[in-house]
């Protein structure tokens, strides 16, 4: 009796660790179409929540140099996250180096503005917070070197779904969209 139990233990055990393992390896390969369906659903979500703080330009009030330093930094790890999201789709062969460039270089402008987050804490003035964002925005800063990475890689993206038919928009920015 003991050794048909220990079977049946050994059984049950061995199925759940290979649930656990086909669980841990996540999602099959996307097709190209369900993993820029999954990546709009993502940038959709994002400009919906950052929408939802209002517009910054609100939040330049000297009287409220707080609300604006919180509004902005929100904002930043609103994106961050969504950055992840992205990071976590399992990219079809045909995106997957360009997905990976995009999730690295996002990666590195949200540890660099991180960076600018700090300096605006340190900032006592609106004219010192604005001066901080302006110097982050001049170019060579290594920001705006590794900003112009993301949106080169989010045009690739971009590029690979409009090759492919597919209609997406992945708001990628243009030289217009600074400081909207």
Known sequence: ??????????????????????????DDELTLEEYFDRFQKIS??????????????LFLDEDDLDGFRDAFKEAAEISDKKIAEVADLNAPSEAAHRHNEFVSAGQAMFDELDKIIEAMEDADTLEEV???????GTKPSEFSVIEARFDDACWELQGVAEDAGIDVDLECSSDEDEFE
């Open 44 to 57: 959709d979500e994002r400009t919906a929540e950052i929408d939802s703080l209002g517009s910054l330009d």
């Open 130 to 136: 604005i001066d901080v964002m302006i110097e982050a």
């Open 1 to 26: 009796m003991l050794g048909k139990s220990f079977l049946v233990l050994a059984i049950v055990l061995s199925l759940g660790l290979a649930a656990i393992v086909v669980g841990c390896e996540g």
